[in-house]
């Protein structure tokens, strides 16, 4: 995805080549991170009704290893796992953290450090064998700078000793697990950019991605993609081609202090709207799935940042803004149209030409995104018109400090006939459930047709039809 300005100098249109990509491969994208306990009927039953088909949570080594040398699955995260599995959701599950019943927790230290890992690797083994047939995704640990792994070794989140320890952990458990299931799909330990950047080098075994955790709040999310870029190139230079995979990212609603010292208040409503520019900006930057953080909130602190991650208030009792957004979302673009699906293989890759009208600055961001050869869907939200990477400060949560791109902005955008037949278009917006029943008016320019929509700082979706 590319946007310029127009040549002629008379010309004020902003041009936007966007790619077409699946529908199914955009909604396979759609994870959510839990902290689950018992069978979790009703809050599984509402994840599917939200159009999420993948779970992330953790089953620890110290849950599953409560008596020294016997290892056994507790009874409420098996509950959960059996019901996940039966209402259709997808888990990925993380191996992670250490064990008091063996020295160095069974990871080692600085001072004796472990080569092998044999009893970490144990539990692995364990864990891989018990869920054979049913769990195929794993990710190795957890924030190794920031849970146990950098106590154990020295350094901080930026770095350290426990960067070759974690690696060298990484590396044996990914090995036994293919030796276990050669189909199995593993991921690293989700961290920061910038820090699995510091890691990479040291991967040696086969992983199937690179886990990263881009929090950037209270920054917009596009904060992250420089840092992602960076990390893209790095591996590049290492001849890594492995793809990256969002294990971890979110907003808490919270008035209060963020990292690095910055101040700001977070809605409901903006949380809303950054998990709708989370979840199709992270797509549009091929990642191919992004697991939110998280579903429910851990509790009913008004105060607390991880009280209140989620998109359904504590005890799964209530949807807040941004679960209704993403069931919106998910709901439109699982459409099947007016008629029998055709397949969209070819359209799919195809690169689609979009003008946008004055007074735009610059192209917005986009999704195109095809259902069948007649029907599709674009996603359009502004390009913030401060920059990306915000540099802010300041002690005033009262404050939104973030940037707010203001009130929707008529916008006419010119779609290319790139499908047989005359070209209906409905605009539904994610936020509020409202959706234009009467298609909006359209103009014929020569092969081109021209629509006016509202762009938003969230995305909006246009459901565009050749009939």
Same mark, same amino acid.
């Given at each position: 995805? &590319?946007?310029s300005?127009?040549? &002629? ?109 044999? /009893? ?12 054979r ?36 952990l990484?590396? @044996?458990?990914a ?8 189909s199995?799909?593993?991921?690293t ?19 199937? *991605?690179?886990?990263?955790?881009? /929090? ?32 971890e990212q ?9 990292m ?47 009280? &209140?991650?989620? #998109?359904?208030?504590?005890? *799964? ?5 941004? /679960? ?90 010119? #779609?290319?006939?790139?499908? @047989? ?6 605009v ?5 459930? *409202? ?8 103009h ?24």
């Amino acid at each position: 995805m &590319n946007s310029s300005q127009g040549n &002629n100098p008379e010309q004020s249109e902003v041009v936007l080549n966007v790619r077409i990509k699946p529908v199914d491969e955009f909604l396979d994208s759609i994870g959510v991170c839990v902290h689950f306990t018992g069978r979790c009927e009703k809050p599984i039953r509402l994840m599917r009704e939200a159009g999420i088909r993948h779970l992330r949570d953790e089953i620890s080594w110290a849950w599953v290893e409560r008596k020294k040398g016997k290892l056994k699955i507790p009874e409420d995260r098996e509950a959960w796992v059996e019901e996940a599995l039966k209402q259709g959701v997808e888990i990925l599950l993380i191996l992670n953290y250490g064990n008091a019943f063996y020295p160095g927790h069974g990871i080692g230290s600085k001072e004796n450090p472990e080569r092998e890992f044999k /009893y970490f690797l144990r539990y692995v083994e364990f864990m891989v064998n018990h869920f054979r047939g049913r769990i195929h995704q794993w990710e190795i640990w957890n924030e190794p700078n920031a849970f146990l792994m950098n106590k154990q070794y020295g350094g901080d989140w930026r770095g350290g000793r426990w960067i070759g320890a974690y690696a060298r952990l990484a590396n @044996a458990a990914a090995v036994k697990i293919r030796s276990l299931n050669p189909s199995a799909i593993i991921y690293t330990a989700g961290m920061e950019a910038p820090i699995a950047d510091l890691v990479v080098p040291h991967i040696q075994a086969r992983f199937d *991605a690179i886990a990263i955790h881009p /929090y950037c709040h209270p920054l917009l999310p596009e904060y992250t993609y420089t840092g992602i870029d960076r990390l893209r190139n790095s591996m590049g230079r290492y001849r890594k081609d492995i793809p990256l995979i969002v294990t971890e990212q979110g907003y808490p609603t919270i008035k209060g202090h963020f990292m690095w010292r910055h101040a700001a208040n977070i809605t409901l409503e903006d949380q809303a709207k950054f998990l709708l520019r989370v979840y199709c900006g992270n797509f549009a930057q091929n990642i191919s799935r992004t697991y939110w953080y998280d579903f429910i909130c851990d509790g009913t602190d008004p105060s607390d940042q991880e009280h &209140n991650f989620g #998109i359904l208030n504590a005890g *799964a009792e209530s949807p807040r803004p941004a /679960y209704l957004a993403l069931k919106t979302l998910t709901s439109t673009l699982s459409e099947q149209g007016d008629s029998e699906p055709a397949p969209a293989a070819a359209v799919v890759g195809n690169e689609v030409q979009l003008t946008f009208d004055a007074p735009l600055s610059a192209a917005p961001r986009a999704l195109l995104l095809a259902r069948n050869s007649t029907h599709y869907f674009l996603l359009l939200w502004k390009k913030s018109s401060s920059k990306d990477e915000l540099e802010i400060g300041g002690t005033n949560s009262d404050a939104r400090i973030f940037h707010d791109d203001g009130a929707p902005e008529p916008v006419t955008i010119g #779609i290319p006939s790139f499908s @047989a037949g005359r070209l209906e278009a409905t605009v539904i917006d994610p936020l509020s459930g *409202a959706e234009k029943s009467q298609p909006l008016i359209v103009h014929s320019d020569g092969l081109k047709n021209k629509i006016t929509v509202p762009i938003k700082e969230y995305p909006i979706i246009v459901r565009v039809v050749f009939k």
